[in-house]
């Protein structure tokens, strides 16, 4: 599964590129629930800052 890291700048463009949408706003950062993540690799294909990284 795929975890935003702290360079998560909140743009939000994972979140909308995630097919089965497990990535939500968080407190500071946005947040992959692990369960229903797929491992597809199109969040970190979006990230302009490479947040998202695979555990």
Request: aromatic share 6%; net charge negative; proline share 9%.
């Amino acid at each position: 599964a795929y975890f935003i890291t702290d360079a998560c700048i909140s743009c939000g463009a994972c979140e909308s590129e995630c097919p089965v949408s497990p990535i939500s706003p968080g407190d500071s950062v946005y947040v992959i629930d692990a369960d229903a993540c797929i491992e597809c690799g199109a969040c970190a294909n979006v990230c302009p800052v490479d947040a998202p990284q695979q555990k």
